[in-house]
């Protein structure tokens, strides 16, 4: 089990990258926390999630 | 009539916000990025609270669909929007020391000119929004960050809270409420959530940095 958001998933194994487009978010209008800190979204990719990780995935909407 | 002194003006504001508050107030420099609804209304709260020196940032010029919730007036129509807030804040705060770039900001220029230790994110595209803050949060981690996500039509403003994602990352707004899904833009809840932002602001000058 890792959390995204406060909620729990069983994506362990999985990239950054492949689960932020399972959860229908937008790579240009996010970013993304992993254990506190910043993913470079260079890194999406190559970054893997294990069991007890904390993803904190901040989206953007747009209006200012 | 003749305008107060800055020891006067220091002095008024030091009577209603205590002395040790003020003097961290105005040592501080705060950059505004993008003055547009958010901006311009973060900008003119900082400079009423005497937030020392300002950095504001806009590439845009008033349009006439901007007065329903920027702080812009008709007659400055076709004025770049630093120039247009400049001449306003300068009204309001007279010793503000404010610098002005007339600039679209991109991951290039970004770490070169924005040398203020808190930036205000206050752009209105999503992903610029997001640009910006991924640009601050991995090549200047030293820097607070306060951004806004989600302020359009017209819900409850108590939707409409600060959040700290990480220790010097604030997060402010409903965070949903997207411009292009309904009523758009409208000033009060614009106003919250701008007010939210310069709020944490004032708050990480003042050192109350954990929570807001």
Same mark, same amino acid.
């Given at each position: 089990m890792l959390t995204i958001n406060g909620k729990e998933y069983e994506f362990n194994g999985r990239t950054v990258s492949e689960v932020i487009a399972e959860l229908g978010y937008n790579e240009q209008q996010i970013a993304v926390?992993?254990?506190?800190?910043?993913?470079p979204k260079a890194q999406y990719k190559s970054t893997v999630l294990y069991e007890g990780d904390h993803l904190e995935v901040v989206r953007f909407v747009g209006g200012g | 009539m003749c305008i107060p002194t800055r020891e006067e003006m220091y002095a008024?504001?030091?009577? +209603?916000?205590?002395?040790?508050?003020?003097?961290?107030?105005?040592?501080?420099?705060?950059?505004?990025?993008?003055?547009?609804?958010?901006?311009?209304?973060?900008a003119i709260a900082l400079a009423r609270a005497g937030v020392g020196s300002?950095?504001?940032?806009?590439? /845009?010029?008033?349009?006439?669909?901007?007065?329903? +919730?920027q702080q812009y007036f008709p007659?400055?129509?076709?004025?770049?929007?630093?120039?247009?807030?400049?001449?306003?804040?300068? +009204?309001?705060?007279?010793?503000?020391?404010?610098?002005r770039d007339c600039i679209k900001l991109n991951d290039?220029?970004?770490?070169?000119?924005?040398?203020?230790?808190?930036?205000?994110?206050?752009? /209105?595209?999503?992903?610029?929004?997001?640009?910006?803050?991924n640009c601050i949060l991995e090549k200047m981690p030293g820097k607070y960050l306060v951004s806004g996500s989600g302020m359009a039509g017209i819900g409850s403003s108590n939707t409409i809270k600060t959040r700290r994602i990480t220790e010097r990352f604030y997060?402010?707004?409903?965070?949903?409420?997207?411009?292009? /899904?309904?009523l758009g833009l409208v000033s009060s809840r614009v106003l919250v959530c701008a007010a939210h932002e310069a709020n944490a602001i004032i708050r990480i000058i003042a050192g109350e940095t954990d929570a807001c």
């Open positions: 926390e992993l254990n506190e800190s910043i993913v | 008024a504001l030091a009577e +209603r916000h205590g002395e040790e508050l003020q003097k961290k107030l105005s040592a501080a420099s705060v950059a505004v990025c993008g003055l547009g609804g958010l901006g311009s209304n973060i300002l950095h504001i940032i806009d590439f /845009d010029k008033v349009d006439i669909s901007n007065l329903n +919730r007659e400055q129509l076709g004025m770049y929007k630093t120039d247009a807030l400049y001449d306003t804040l300068k +009204r309001i705060a007279p010793y503000c020391d404010i610098t290039e220029n970004i770490p070169s000119l924005l040398t203020e230790s808190i930036i205000a994110e206050a752009f /209105d595209k999503a992903d610029q929004k997001a640009m910006l803050v997060l402010c707004g409903d965070g949903v409420t997207d411009v292009a /899904d309904g």
